[in-house]
């Protein structure tokens, strides 16, 4: 048998398995949830707080989706990312699982905005028009948005 995974059969057979375990990798490795309108869409931020006085944003901030489930921003100081489902108006974190970068912000626009996504981006209602998303947060909390150039 030896003999065997030396010839040219050997070595097609040890290249259709590489290729297999690299397709089950990546499909263990890429999600796919279900994403409805909000895959494969960029947004940036306008404002957050209370629901009833949203703050404007004064540092660039954003959230990206991918139509694969997958979710990345920044709050205008920290990256975020993630795995997420959307459906029917509300949006899932996988697992419950938000990954952060840790710059220190400090005093600044660029703080209080970090502040408030570590404190309430999760689990959340969503509206969304052509060209506007809202983010409806824990404790009565918005993010508000618009779609990104």
Known sequence: MDGFWRGR?????MAA???????????????????????GTAWTLVAYGPADAPTA?????????EANGRFSGS????GFFGNFRAADGRLTIVDG???MTLAECGDTPEGAQNAFFRAHLGDATY???ADR???????????????AP
Not at 21 to 38: C, F, G, Q
Not at 133 to 147: I, R, S
């Open 75 to 78: 709050t205008g100081c920290n």
């Open 127 to 129: 509206e969304r028009t």
């Open 97 to 99: 699982e938000i990954g």
């Open 133 to 147: 998303l809202t983010l409806h947060l824990d404790g009565g909390q918005v993010a508000e948005f618009t779609l």
């Open 17 to 39: 398995l590489l290729v297999g375990l690299a397709a089950v990798a990546l499909a263990v490795l890429i999600p796919n949830h279900e994403t409805a309108d909000l895959g």
């Open 57 to 65: 944003a004064e540092a660039p901030a954003s959230i990206n989706f």
């Open 9 to 13: 059969g050997g070595r097609l057979l």
